[in-house]
């Protein structure tokens, strides 16, 4: 599960939020994501927020 807690300007956010940074797409496709990416790329914003692991 991933939960975008909020957008920020690339150049102002808090560095630590990058000491483990993600990218995130699903098996076989980067398509449901292209949209977003796009977004973010264009704007010079990045996404915060969390992602939920499970194996059960």
Request: charged share 30%; aromatic share 12%; no cysteine.
């Amino acid at each position: 599960m991933i939960e975008l807690d909020k957008f920020v300007n690339f150049f102002e956010a808090d560095p630590h939020y990058f000491e483990r940074s993600w990218l995130l797409i699903p098996d076989n496709s980067d398509k449901p994501y292209a949209l977003l990416r796009k977004l973010l790329e264009k704007t010079g914003m990045a996404a915060l927020g969390k992602v939920t692991m499970s194996t059960r």
